[in-house]
């Protein structure tokens, strides 16, 4: 059935998606062009970046001005609906990516952000963002503090960097501060207008109507409500008349020129010479908005923001109203069948996620079948959510899974060597000079954020605190200092991004997650009184006791400390701790912890047992526009688990290669830093011919990346306080290693290095490609990962990908296919490192995946044993759904298994190793990649199949008794 064919209410599964970054320079256009490729790709559904209206010039569409109106700079309605024509033509859908939680602001582009800024507390607006209006610093008071400035609020004024404008057409003043519009509250415009001034004499004659209407229209303005008086009655007539007067002002100037002349006196009178700049002060002083340095918003911002990024302000989703005003375009796209799915941005920022997808689900049922009600979960939902490898995922949450980091992670995890970990930690602890611990690192780096870019939320959380012990005689001893540090330590010591605590009852999780934090924050704490954490546990747990707070004021307090742990816990983990920390970089990936050092196929065979159990549809990934490196730049890096000897000789050697003496004055690379720039380079050093065309690019491209981890790191650079001299010497040693005249003899030494262990690294990235292909679960690939991708941290990772490259030889492929596929395979071995390899593997698989929907998204997962030397290298699994079979089969820790100078296994490596089978599992199979057919022996009452003959030609596998094709 087309899938424009299908009942509205009915779930769509993808077979699997294919992740798209849309931008001014890929649009709805571009993509329309590549359905035919992906399609024969084998992919069954597009997941789109988000698309509606961004911030002009936005690389990834994540800061939304409107929800309502798709993005000018990707397309227009017809280029939307004729992407959506050619995906239906190829039978196939459409994944979005929506962001509920916070919209784009600054600039002059959010009209709803506009409204607030005009109006404060009586804007129509004002409910949908999350600000407090009432906040301790009363000079604040239904003010909104916009950290947007960038020096202090008196030496902008004075190098005249404030400008007030005057729209004639609208009848509208703003200030503006670069491309950033702040309008002027309606009822401060006599202030500018000032029809009493005596210049005005100069232009008109006193009984000049013009001049009275003028005058009139001036006390008009003066005598609005004030943005204060926020009665259902103000707020009306407030709406209703200012809009009236200006759009009298409009006329007036359009048909008196004299008067828009005075106006534009006024304007220029008001932004006169910097000494004299008292007007256009005492102006924004009345306003709804308070003008402010970019640094004090970690200390005084009163609006909550995505993470701390100023520019992104939260939405008060849970609201009914602001709920239909900001999904009402994208429920539509559902309803007419446009949109098959969702991917749910940042869903841990929300205040009360779970009735968030409930009600997401609701709409999605009541705009299409009323009488597909019962279904749980009608529309395919997954969320952006990082789930601790000791967390589950509430089974009772109306989604199909996440987006899926802990499934890269434990994949990531099977090809370490577990056994290097402590020959890896020596290492690395010599080589940096001390020993690094990373429970430490995480704890410090939490703290460090909440003193410095979410301090803001912290303090507001200790005031609702302390308004709570104030109503108890046992508690109102706790003095707001000591909440504050408790409450610090208690998020510092939080084991999971959050809780989900929604109502009076509290799910055991929650409780056990809360329970750990307070005791930790107990144990790690220096205050004299120990009670308070004691306090703050009953608080979080909804423990009343005497106290005359009720229990929904609890829940109100629990709800927004839930939701500040979680960007405290990814400012300290993802982009601090992470940063820090480089033991081994490839288990320092979004959803992973470089604290588990590897994982067995045990592990790995239970997680899919229990995804196949409970999120069967799950979406899978190992590359996103996320991660910290590429599924490929992993699987290399992972490699050094297998050496870790050859590797610690080898960085001590390059140390002392690469070391320069220099005067105590001048900076040079920390040993940290420089550790982490060899595993860059192991992890993403190009493939073939090394010209210095192409070592300029990567080198600029690691130069980059470095700089941005050490400004991340936060130990000698940072954001917020660059260190310039740091930060040249960090460029510097970049530009000496990479140099394409080897004037040191550290490139050569390297290459050789990395050649020695780049077959294993390549063999890695297959391995797991093939896992993500066939595990249970929604297979996503990102943009251009079909390929070879080596790629870091973004923006590296949102690179353009040259989609007309890979359909050739997609063509190629498939031609070569159809005639010898025993030379086909060989030739792609020998010539691995062009990325053939994979872009066959993938295609090859997911055509199969898509014939045989059912065996994959529905059917059994069943772990298979291997008996023999090579065991523990191989990773086997059935897939079964009645009679049909699929059987996967791959290697992994190939270091000690592989010719690297063929990229073949040594031909007698696998022959006293066998796979058992199930007994009712078919004898005779075919490999879908070589079409190598296989008879299993019976040996002792056992099914067995040599592995000698299963990688016969291919060192991959996927057995079948079905046909492949």
């Excluded at 002083?285 to 308070?290: D, G, L, P, S, V």
């Excluded at 701390?308 to 009402?328: C, K, M, P, T």
């Excluded at 609890?554 to 983990?573: C, E, H, I, N, S």
């Excluded at 079909?786 to 790629?791: A, D, G, Q």
Aim: charged fraction near 25%; glycine fraction near 4%.
């Amino acid at each position: 059935m087309a899938l424009s064919d299908k009942p509205k209410a009915e779930t769509v599964i993808p077979d699997s998606t294919y992740r798209l970054q849309l931008n001014k320079h890929f649009n709805f256009e571009q993509v329309a062009s590549c359905i035919p490729y992906l399609h024969r790709l084998g992919i069954s559904h597009c997941y789109l970046s988000p698309f509606l209206k961004a911030r002009p010039g936005s690389s990834h569409g994540y800061d939304i001005v409107d929800h309502n109106t798709l993005n000018p700079e990707i397309g227009e309605t017809e280029d939307f609906d004729t992407l959506i024509s050619r995906l239906q033509q190829h039978g196939m859908g459409l994944i979005a990516d929506i962001v509920p939680n916070h919209m784009g602001i600054m600039g002059a582009d959010n009209d709803w952000w506009l409204d607030v800024l005009e109006n404060g507390p009586s804007s129509a607006h004002a409910s949908f963002f999350d600000i407090d209006w009432h906040p301790v610093k009363k000079v604040l008071e239904n003010k909104i503090l916009i950290p947007v400035l960038g020096d202090h609020y008196g030496n902008i004024l004075e190098k005249q960097e404030l400008k007030l404008s005057f729209d004639s057409e609208r009848g509208e003043f703003s200030v503006y501060y670069y491309e950033h519009r702040f309008p002027i509250d309606p009822q401060t415009y006599p202030l500018i207008l000032s029809s009493q001034h005596q210049r005005l004499h100069e232009y008109f004659e006193a009984d000049d109507p013009v001049l009275h209407e003028y005058q009139t229209l001036d006390n008009s303005f003066g005598k609005l409500p004030a943005y204060t008086e926020i009665t259902p009655e103000s707020i009306d007539e407030r709406t209703r008349d200012k809009e009236v007067f200006k759009k009298q002002l409009a006329r007036l100037c359009l048909e008196n020129a004299r008067l828009t002349l005075f106006i534009r006196s006024r304007i220029t009178e008001i932004n006169r010479h910097p000494e004299d700049c008292g007007e256009l002060h005492a102006l924004l002083e009345r306003q709804a908005y308070r003008l402010a340095y970019w640094h004090v918003a970690g200390d005084e911002i009163n609006y909550r923001r995505f993470f701390d990024i100023n520019d992104l302000a939260g939405l008060r989703v849970e609201d009914a109203e602001v709920f239909d005003a900001s999904h009402r375009l994208v429920l539509s796209l559902v309803e007419q069948g446009k949109i098959q799915g969702l991917r749910i941005d940042h869903a841990d920022g929300l205040h009360n996620p779970v009735a968030y997808y409930r009600r997401l689900q609701s709409e999605n049922i009541s705009r299409s079948d009323k009488d597909c009600a019962s279904k749980i979960a009608p529309l395919y939902i997954v969320a952006e959510k990082i789930v601790a490898n000791y967390e589950y995922l509430n089974s009772d949450w109306p989604i199909h899974g996440t987006t899926g980091y802990e499934f890269a992670a434990i994949v990531n995890g099977l090809f370490i060597d577990m056994t290097a970990e402590k020959a890896l930690t020596r290492t690395y602890t010599r080589f940096v000079g001390h020993k690094r611990d990373f429970d430490e690192i995480l704890y410090q780096a939490k703290k460090h954020v909440m003193e410095t870019s979410l301090a803001s939320e912290l303090n507001m959380l200790a005031i609702q605190l302390s308004r709570i012990a104030e109503a108890n005689a046992k508690t109102r001893d706790y003095t707001l200092n000591a909440l504050h540090d408790a409450l610090k330590e208690t998020v510092s010591c939080f084991p999971v991004y959050r809780t989900y605590i929604n109502s009076l009852n509290v799910r055991k999780e929650d409780s056990q997650y809360i329970d750990w934090a307070v005791q930790q924050g107990r144990q790690r704490s220096r205050a004299s009184d120990l009670t308070i954490f004691g306090f703050i546990h009953d608080v979080l747990l909804l423990k009343t006791g005497d106290s005359t707070v009720s229990s929904n004021d609890l829940l109100k307090f629990v709800m927004r400390f839930q939701q500040y742990t979680a960007p405290v816990m990814a400012k300290g983990t993802e982009d601090t701790a992470l940063y820090e920390y480089n033991r081994l970089v490839s288990l320092n990936e979004v959803g992973s912890d470089p604290r588990h050092f590897g994982n067995s196929s045990n592990a790995f065979h239970h997680f899919n047992q229990e995804r196949a159990r409970k999120w069967p549809h799950s979406l899978l990934c190992l590359s996103s526009h996320d991660t910290k490196r590429s599924a490929d730049t992993r699987a290399r890096i992972n490699v050094l688990s297998e050496i870790p000897q050859q590797w610690h000789e080898a960085v001590f050697r390059w140390h002392r290669i690469n070391r320069i003496r220099k005067d105590k004055s001048e900076a040079v690379i920390a040993r940290n830093d420089e550790y982490l720039f060899y595993q860059t380079l192991v992890g993403t050093f190009p493939l073939g011919e090394l010209n210095a065309s192409n070592l300029s690019a990567y080198r600029e491209r690691v130069e980059n990346y470095m700089l941005k981890a050490v400004r991340e790191a936060k130990q000698l650079t940072s954001w917020t306080n660059p260190n310039t001299d740091y930060e040249q010497a960090v460029s510097l040693f970049v530009k000496r290693c990479l140099n394409e005249t080897h004037t040191t003899p550290f490139l050569p030494d390297f290459l050789e290095f990395e050649h020695n262990i780049r077959p294993a690294g390549l063999f890695n990235a297959l391995s797991q490609t093939l896992l993500l292909l066939t595990s249970p679960g929604v297979p996503d690939i990102y943009q251009g990962n079909e390929n070879w991708r080596f790629s870091l941290v973004d923006p590296d990772n949102r690179r353009p990908v040259d989609f007309n490259h890979n359909d050739i030889i997609l063509s190629e492929l498939d031609n070569q296919t159809s005639q010898d596929r025993a030379d086909l395979l060989k030739t792609l071995l020998e010539t691995i490192e062009d990325g053939r390899i994979k872009l066959f593997v993938i295609a090859q698989t997911l055509r199969f995946r898509r014939r045989y929907s059912d065996l994959f998204q529905n059917g059994d997962y069943i772990k298979l044993d291997c008996s023999g030397t090579q065991a523990e290298h191989t990773v086997a699994y059935a897939r079964k759904a009645q009679d049909r079979w699929a059987l996967i089969i791959l290697p992994r820790l190939t270091t000690s298994l592989l010719d690297n100078d063929t990229y073949h296994f040594r031909p007698e490596i696998w022959q006293d190793t066998a796979l058992t089978l199930p007994q009712e599992s078919p004898l005779k199979l075919c490999d879908i990649f070589s079409r190598n057919a296989l008879t299993a022996k019976d040996v002792n009452g056992n099914r067995l199949l040599n592995l000698g003959e299963v990688f016969e030609y291919f060192p991959f596998a996927l057995l079948t008794n079905l046909a492949p094709d």
